[in-house]
C-alpha cells in the first residue's frame, strides 16, 4: 500500500517511523510519502490561506497550492504504479471513521491525505478530485482539533495493521472491537496476563480452565456487558439477529430486551424495572 500525506507539518507525521507503522515501511509493506504543501507556493512568505469569501473569522486554505500538490503527488504515483488513488480528508464535519471503514480502506492499494488547518481547504478542491477519484470525508471524533494531523495518524494505524502480515499473529485483529462479524457492534471485554494473582487480585478462574467453549462463552458475555455498560447506543442500533439464545440470557440478566411489541423496530431496548444495579 502506498501513503501520500501533504501537509504544513511534515514533523508532525514522524510517528509514522515508529511501532507497527514504522516496521511496516521498513519491510517494504507500506510506502509513506510526506509531502510539505508549502513547497507548492510561490510568494516569499509561502502563504498556503487566504480569507473567507462571505466574512467571517478564521482563514481558509488556498486552491493553487493543493492543487498543484496534488497533481504532482498523482502524477508520480501513477508513474511508480502504485494503483487507484482513493483520496482522505480528514474533517469533523465527515463520516465517523469506524472499524469497518478500515478495513474497506486497507483493501485499497493507495490512500492520499489531505489534514487542512484553519477552517479547512477551499471546497473546490475536495469538489475538483472528487472528479478524479473516490474521496472520503471523514471525521475520527465529534470533536475539533486545530489540524487534521492528528487524525491521519490514527486512521493510518488503524488501517496498516489489518494489511497482510504487519501483526505479528493474522489472528489478532479478529476478536477487536467492532470488529466485521461477531463482534461488529460490541467493545472487546477484558483481558489477562502472567501472574495469576497480583496484590490480591486473581484472574477469572475459566480462563485457567484449559475449556475453550467456556472460555469463548465468558469472553463473549463480558464483551456485552462491557458494551451495555459503556456504550448502550451500539446495543440499541444492533439487529436482534445478531445475537444468539445465550447472548439474548446475558442481554436479559444485564437488563436487556427485545422491543415489546413485538421487536416493531427490530431492536433491544434497557428495561429498568427489576434490574439490580
Known sequence: MRLDVVTIFPEYLEPLNVSLVGKARARGQLNVQVHDLRGWTYDRHNTVDDTPYGGGPGMVMKTDPWGDALDTVLAEGYESGSGA???????????????????????????????????GIDRRVIDEYATRMPVHEVSIGDYVLAGGEAAVLVITEAVARLLPGVLGNAESHRDDSFAPGAMASLLEGPVYTKPPEWRGRDIPDVLLSGHHGKIARWRRDEALRRTTANRPDLIERCDPKAFDKKDREM???????????????GRFWRRTEGVEE
Open 251 to 265: 442481554l436479559s440478566i444485564l437488563g436487556w430486551m427485545p422491543d415489546p411489541e413485538g421487536e416493531r423496530f
Open 85 to 119: 488513488p482513493t483520496l482522505i480528508v480528514p474533517t469533523p464535519s465527515g463520516r465517523p471513521f469506524t472499524q469497518e471503514l478500515a478495513v474497506e480502506l486497507s483493501e485499497r492499494p493507495w490512500l492520499i491525505f489531505t489534514p487542512a488547518r484553519y477552517e
